[in-house]
């Protein structure tokens, strides 16, 4: 049928393409393969006596209705910013760090509910990868996480010591620069000090480095814009949580099930759970130690954010019993 050419098949894959929020792996246009590796000309020359009902115009129109009931993965079906504002709204986002813009927080007015839904925008997995329980459990993983970082709490704090998150956006008093000197991929630039910054508190330069790189600043030569442009910050956290650090899984996996352990993982009892996201970023120091206080800390984040978010926290919140990377 004449309704059905070749023309109007292209304009209607790119329509609909272009309306899909696709993830920038998956950003390929679907009719690229038919229009550059066979032409209509070409399809009639191949098929020089078939039957009427294998038109070229027929083949475009299956492969059309094959590609639209495709079931997508989470990360190019749904736009990057749809799943957070859904997950966490300004106001429970306001509810969940309830003092970071108290007088008392150096950062103050710093992290806003805004420069985080941007932020998200440049790792689309996060908080929309697995049902919804699963998702907003990793985003409560992840703000509690950054929140231990950051806080600013104490044990008699107003409304408890789990509602100081984000108050801090640059180490206080740091006592080195933190520049590995032995790292020759990533060299420390004169004069610049790689010290805790932003909600996961960024350090040393073999992180500012390749962090930088992937999200577009020079983190050697600019570490300072980390703790001067909000969402750059909540940038450098996401690329952090997203981004697997071997032999270390990335956060995101580990949270959203994508990750099996390794025999040595499970020789060392990393299993599953906020535990091993705890000992991905900091296990050097605080796992393996029962009771410590540090974990302690993210793990009372943790069940607060959990309860906000109306989720469960899932099995091996703790790392006391798991060897470091």
Same mark, same amino acid.
């Given at each position: 049928?004449?309704?059905?050419?070749?023309?109007?098949? +292209?304009?209607?894959?790119?329509?609909?393409?272009?309306?899909?929020?696709?993830?920038?792996?998956?950003?390929?246009?679907?009719?690229?393969? $038919?229009?550059? *590796?066979?032409?209509?000309? *070409?399809?009639?020359?191949?098929? *020089?006596?078939?039957?009427? *009902?294998?038109?070229?115009?027929?083949?475009?129109?299956?492969?059309?209705? $094959?590609?639209?009931?495709?079931?997508?993965?989470? /990360?190019?079906?749904?736009?990057?910013?749809?799943?957070?504002?859904?997950?966490?709204?300004?106001?429970?986002? %306001? !509810?969940?760090?309830?003092?970071? %813009?108290?007088?008392?927080?150096?950062?103050?007015?710093?992290?806003?509910?805004?420069?985080?839904?941007?932020?998200?925008?440049?790792?689309?997995?996060?908080?929309?990868?697995? +049902?919804?329980?699963?998702?907003?459990? /990793?985003?409560?993983?992840?703000?509690? &996480?950054?929140?231990? /970082?950051?806080?600013?709490?104490?044990?008699?704090?107003?409304?408890?010591? @789990?509602?100081?998150?984000? +108050?801090?956006?640059? /180490?206080?008093?740091? =006592? !080195? %620069? @933190?520049?590995?000197?032995?790292?020759?991929?990533?060299?420390?630039?004169?004069?610049?000090?790689?010290?805790?910054? #932003?909600?996961? =508190?960024? !350090?040393?330069?073999?992180?500012?480095?390749?962090?930088?790189?992937?999200? #577009?600043?020079?983190?050697?030569?600019?570490? %300072?814009?980390?703790?001067?442009?909000?969402?750059?910050?909540?940038?450098?956290?996401?690329?952090?949580?997203?981004?697997? &650090?071997?032999?270390?899984?990335?956060?995101?996996?580990?949270?959203?099930?994508?990750?099996?352990?390794?025999?040595?993982?499970?020789?060392?009892?990393?299993?599953?759970?906020?535990?091993?996201?705890?000992?991905?970023?900091?296990?050097?120091?605080?796992? #393996?130690?029962?009771?410590?206080?540090?974990?302690?800390?993210? $793990? #009372?984040?943790? =069940?607060? @954010?959990?309860?906000?978010?109306?989720?469960?926290?899932?099995?091996?919140?703790?790392?006391?019993? =798991?060897?470091?990377?």
């Amino acid at each position: 049928m004449a309704l059905f050419s070749f023309s109007s098949l +292209c304009l209607t894959i790119f329509v609909i393409y272009s309306s899909l929020s696709l993830s920038a792996e998956s950003r390929v246009s679907p009719i690229a393969p $038919i229009s550059s *590796l066979i032409s209509k000309t *070409l399809f009639d020359s191949i098929f *020089l006596h078939k039957m009427a *009902l294998f038109s070229f115009s027929s083949l475009c129109l299956t492969i059309f209705v $094959i590609y639209s009931s495709l079931s997508l993965s989470a /990360e190019s079906r749904v736009s990057p910013i749809a799943p957070i504002s859904s997950l966490i709204s300004k106001t429970l986002f %306001d !509810s969940i760090f309830l003092h970071k %813009d108290d007088n008392a927080c150096p950062a103050r007015n710093f992290y806003t509910y805004e420069s985080f839904v941007e932020a998200t925008s440049s790792f689309p997995a996060f908080g929309s990868t697995g +049902c919804s329980a699963t998702r907003k459990r /990793e985003v409560a993983a992840f703000l509690a &996480q950054i929140s231990h /970082e950051t806080t600013g709490g104490w044990a008699t704090a107003p409304d408890g010591p @789990y509602a100081w998150g984000l +108050c801090f956006k640059e /180490e206080v008093s740091p =006592q !080195s %620069d @933190y520049c590995d000197s032995s790292n020759k991929e990533w060299p420390c630039y004169p004069g610049k000090s790689y010290n805790g910054r #932003g909600p996961i =508190q960024l !350090s040393w330069n073999y992180n500012y480095g390749p962090a930088g790189k992937a999200l #577009g600043f020079d983190g050697l030569k600019n570490p %300072d814009i980390v703790s001067n442009n909000s969402v750059i910050a909540f940038k450098t956290a996401l690329w952090f949580w997203m981004t697997e &650090q071997k032999p270390k899984p990335s956060c995101h996996n580990v949270m959203v099930g994508n990750y099996v352990p390794t025999a040595s993982d499970r020789a060392a009892n990393r299993t599953l759970g906020f535990g091993l996201v705890t000992n991905i970023i900091n296990g050097g120091l605080e796992c #393996g130690v029962p009771d410590d206080a540090r974990v302690n800390d993210r $793990i #009372g984040y943790f =069940q607060r @954010y959990a309860k906000l978010f109306n989720v469960d926290t899932g099995p091996n919140l703790d790392c006391a019993y =798991q060897k470091s990377f």
